[in-house]
């Protein structure tokens, strides 16, 4: 599958053209919406952008749910236990390798670990619950980015280039899939109480049409209204609103014909007829009262549930992609207190397990993608304080990219599966390496995609999300 941005010729449209083709078309653009099929507007837009698709290949996943634990959790604290490192609590490990900040020590993980299923999975006591699930979770313990730094490492992350100003993953999969759902957006991030590291430029189009960014969602509120800011226009009801929208689409849409069909000019166009369209379905989609409570008990009522449960809702509506972060800024960034993962994970590990098992409930877990981690892992020696800094350390872990753990679960990935390891400390990959670029090809190819073919011609060349890096579809992940 390989798309094609057209060239732009500029044209313009007379006043005496303009007033000759208003009105033209509108009544089957008002038709299609009060028969709630958007058929007309599908006939009248043939480049719909959130179309259905097909991929290269039969997908095995239809839809992605990303739990990104921001800031990066501790591997050898979470799914990766190292015994080796309770013989050297306190003492100078063989092999340091080189981090952001100074380290020292080895420093044991202060939780326990415990085998769970038949495949025998080990996983600290702070992901209890989700380790319920280890009969289902395709672990890679080998895990690889580029840099331990924040903000280069979240670009690699989710747009598979730590410098440059480049598609998100999620635009990737929207742009190559398109929606099954018109009337809500095909690509949501959501976040509690402001953004991450990064900001909205972890979930960026980038040079894809801007129908393709995600749409962010701050889930501090719990008003199902103020969720989705300014989705509701108080001056004009939804028939003004028609009579307004179709006005507009007359004139961008002669505008656009003039312009051979500019995909970001189309895309602007569609951006207000989904906003329209959303006052109609995005209230009942974010309003999870109308779930059992039993249900919301299960997901728990802190904002990581309450997000959760909204993507539940929002997945069966047929939203193709979702990002969960774990709130503002890089929360699981433990430089200090590695116990700080306790809480940390307390507020995600019970959402997770009850989404696992709602989508099992409702046979939405084999087509569905879950993806857990974050921009990197942690170092397995204690982080030094550094002069005029953070003085008071004593138990805190620095960024480490050398080797880190990420789990998968359903959209056609090998369940009850461990690949990969680190050394016997956890501080780099040493069988079975896995890079970013690996895992976006792999995870694409879940989708339905050859990440090869899968491209976006812009500037003359030809993109991809997995760049021009060397790299590979990890078969042994895949069912």
Not at 83 to 99: F, V
Not at 325 to 354: C, F, M, N, Y
Not at 407 to 430: C, M, N, P, R
Request: charged share 25%; with cysteine; aromatic share 10%.
């Amino acid at each position: 599958m390989s798309h094609h941005a057209p060239n732009l010729e500029h044209h313009f449209l007379t006043r005496r053209q303009l007033l000759g083709r208003l009105g033209m078309g509108m009544g089957s653009i008002a038709l299609g919406d009060l028969l709630g099929a958007g058929k007309a507007q599908a006939a009248l837009n043939a480049n719909n952008p959130f179309g259905v698709r097909q991929p290269h290949f039969e997908p095995k996943a239809k839809r992605v749910i990303h739990f990104f634990m921001n800031g990066g959790p501790s591997q050898v604290d979470t799914f990766d236990p190292k015994p080796m490192l309770d013989k050297y609590d306190g003492k100078a490990l063989p092999n340091i390798l080189k981090t952001e900040r100074p380290t020292g020590a080895g420093m044991k993980s202060p939780f326990k670990f415990q085998k769970y299923g038949q495949c025998g999975l080990e996983v600290s006591e702070i992901f209890s619950r989700t380790a319920q699930f280890a009969d289902d979770l395709c672990v890679i313990r080998s895990m690889q980015a580029d840099v331990p730094n924040h903000e280069p490492s979240l670009g690699l992350m989710n747009t598979g280039d730590g410098r440059l100003h480049r598609p998100s993953f999620g635009s990737w999969v929207t742009y190559g899939l398109g929606s099954e759902n018109e009337n809500l957006p095909g690509y949501i991030s959501m976040c509690p109480n402001g953004m991450p590291t990064r900001r909205t430029k972890n979930w960026q189009s980038a040079f894809l049409p801007s129908i393709y960014q995600g749409t962010y969602i701050n889930t501090e509120n719990t008003d199902v209204d103020k969720l989705v800011e300014y989705i509701k226009n108080t001056s004009l009801d939804l028939k003004q609103q028609r009579r307004q929208l179709d006005l507009l689409y007359e004139m961008n849409h002669n505008h656009l014909v003039q312009r051979q069909n500019d995909q970001q000019l189309d895309a602007r166009i569609q951006s207000y007829e989904l906003a329209y369209r959303m006052q109609m379905e995005a209230t009942d989609a974010f309003d999870i009262s109308k779930e059992p409570e039993h249900i919301r008990k299960a997901y728990g009522e802190n904002h990581f549930g309450r997000q959760t449960l909204i993507a539940r809702r929002l997945l069966e509506r047929g939203v193709r992609f979702i990002q969960l972060w774990t709130g503002a800024g890089q929360p699981w960034d433990s430089h200090d207190e590695i116990l700080d993962h306790a809480r940390l994970a307390k507020d995600v590990d019970g959402a997770i397990a009850a989404f696992m098992a709602d989508m099992k409930q409702r046979g939405l877990f084999d087509d569905t993608l879950m993806i857990w981690g974050g921009e990197f892992g942690r170092t397995p020696a204690v982080e030094l304080p550094t002069p005029g800094a953070n003085a008071g350390k004593q138990r805190g872990r620095d960024h480490n990219h050398y080797g880190f753990t990420y789990w998968l679960a359903g959209g056609g990935v090998k369940a009850g599966y461990t690949h990969g390891a680190t050394d016997e400390f956890g501080f780099g990959a040493v069988e079975n390496p896995v890079h970013v670029h690996d895992l976006h090809a792999t995870l694409l190819r879940t989708l339905g995609f050859d990440h090869e073919r899968f491209t976006y011609k812009y500037a003359g060349l030809d993109f991809k999300l997995t760049g021009v890096n060397e790299c590979k579809v990890v078969k042994e992940l895949l069912a």
